[in-house]
Nanobody, 127 residues
Framework: QVQLVESGGGLVQAGGSLRLSCAGS????????MAWFRQPPGKERLEREF???????????YYADSVKGRFTISRDNAKNTVYLQMNSLKPEDTAVYSC?????????????????WGQGTQVTVSS
């Protein structure tokens, strides 16, 4: 069993930066790929968008086109933590950001739905 807790969300002006953290518990955490998804306002949970993913050892990463070049995903397995550094934030980045853990490739796939999920952290970008 893996439990995930996100932190680091908040209110920031457009062009600013935030770093999200996802702390995991459970011995299998280090063997799982991790991903960040986001649920924009007005969208249902099932409509959440894939943002970024990283393989269990950090060797592979994948980014949605909408965040590529602005967001960076990383992990520290010694701390059981995954990060999402978000730079040059835009109002359209406003969403609830959730992390997920699953034994899948670090790519956007529906198989993340069957993994472990955190509760999410709110990110609001003002214009």
């Amino acid at each position: 069993q893996v439990q995930l807790v996100e932190s680091g969300g908040g209110l920031v002006q457009a062009g600013g930066s935030l770093r999200l953290s996802c702390a995991g518990s459970g011995r299998s955490f280090r063997r799982l790929s991790m991903a960040w998804f986001r649920q924009p306002p007005g969208k249902e949970r099932l409509e959440r968008e894939f943002a970024a993913a990283i393989s269990w050892n950090g060797g592979d990463t994948y980014y949605a086109d909408s965040v590529k070049g602005r967001f960076t995903i990383s992990r520290d397995n010694a701390k059981n933590t995954v990060y999402l550094q978000m730079n040059s934030l835009k109002p359209e980045d406003t969403a609830v950001y959730s992390c997920a853990a699953a034994p899948v490739a670090a790519i956007p796939t529906s198989r993340w739905d069957n993994g472990y999920w955190g509760q999410g952290t709110q990110v609001t970008v003002s214009s």
